[in-house]
């Protein structure tokens, strides 16, 4: 028996920003708060609020590899953050309540498996940390995470980009002409779990229009057939038409249908920069939808300044779902192409920025596509930056269900790359056992 429709966890870490003035800043919460209260949504009786708990480090090491280690790159706010989140995620596991949403910062799809230091504003990933969390601590395993934030969830993609169990849809403005310049169709993920990433690029000037037409004839058909036992939703905000930062022309009624169509069991706050214009009436609209209540009257002040979606627009997006439709539909055919063309190996070579610190990172992935288990998965990463200096390291990730001789197999290589010494740290991240280990 539920005790409510919807659970919300606030958590504007006070003590946590890039800069005073930065976009990401705690103001971003505290005007959100104000309109709920002023609106009187939390003495509804259909609403309930939680306390952030803090998660551990475990739950930060059971998701990233840290170089040197996960602790000296963040600080408590993000540990609060993932910890909010995990509990928004439990009062609906523990059928506490339906729905639930978590407005929380720091965000995190930005953040990648290895982590050097913040990119994207994002220094761990909240929602990957929770998805583990879950996975350990209440068995679930088919997981579909809808990433609506206006710039690419590379972090998250990353992370469960080998993972056929994660399906990880995104819809953003074209990486063509946003951060962080990734994020297209061909990105589909490994051998092993092709067609599990779906990435939707957007033009900008897309509008609720737009938005609606890729929801209603893509994203919610896939999630009908991929039948996922959690759906997540990045709940970004930077789509709205007066975002600093973005280019997209979506409204607070869009993001609220959306909410009402996805029906997402957790929504976890990604960004979205437009404190006063946008987040009170989107945030409003998005709560009212979780929890099944009329949100018709949420409407921006100034909404007559929203474009119109140009003919052209709309013919590309009819395009995109035509395409995209195609390749679902030949999903496992063209997955067992790719594992026969990889044989027992494939690889990628990368460089990524971190825009905040000021470093570049060189990565190698390495994934053992194994007939009888996911395999295993090994990471060569040298970063360099003008705080950093120099620093390397190379890890091994035995999967949650690694057969035995890849887990072998795996500890083999990190033992082989620690006696060579070829990295500075080299570690091996034991799913099945639940630890990090620092060799």
Known sequence: MTGGKLGLVFFPAFDWAITPTHPEREERLLYTRDQIEEEGLLDLPGIRE???????????????????????????????????????AEAVLKREVE??????RPPGHHAMRVVHGTRGFCTINIEAVMIEYLRRHYGIRRVAVVDTDVHHGDGTQDIFYHDPDTLFISFHQDGRTLYPGSGFPE??????????????????GTTDQGLSSVLDNFILPVLDDFQPEII???????NHYS???????????????????????????????????????????????????????????????????????????????????????????????????????WQRRRQ???????????????VRLCPKCQGYLTVDTEAEGYSLGYQSAFATVVNRDSCSACRSAAYDAAHQAKKQGRRQHCYVQDKQQDILIKL
């Open 99 to 104: 729905r639930s949403f978590a407005l929380v």
């Open 187 to 204: 990105e589909l993920g490994s051998p092993g779990a092709l067609v599990s990433t779906v990435n939707l690029p957007l033009p900008p």
């Open 352 to 366: 990524i920025y971190y825009d905040d610190s000021g470093i570049s990172e060189r990565q190698q992935e390495t």
């Open 232 to 238: 997540i939703n990045s709940a970004g905000q930077d």
């Open 50 to 88: 939680y306390k952030p708990r803090l998660a551990d480090r475990i739950d930060a090491d059971r998701v990233h590899i840290g170089v040197p280690d996960i602790l000296s790159l963040i600080t408590d706010a993000h540990l609060v953050s993932a910890g909010g989140a995990i509990t928004a």
């Open 243 to 345: 975002d600093p930062l973005a280019n997209m022309a979506i409204t607070a009624q869009g993001y609220a249908r959306l909410a009402e169509k996805l029906q997402a069991d957790i929504a976890v706050l990604e960004g979205g920069y437009s404190i006063e214009a946008a987040l009170p009436y989107v945030n409003v609209g998005i709560i009212l939808a979780m929890a099944g209540l009329d949100y018709s009257r949420v409407v921006e002040p100034d909404i007559a300044k929203c474009p119109r979606q140009p003919a052209a627009t709309t013919g590309y997006i009819d395009n995109l779902i035509k395409e995209w439709r195609q390749i679902w539909a030949n999903r496992e055919k063209l997955k067992r192409e790719a594992i026969a063309k990889a044989g027992d190996f």
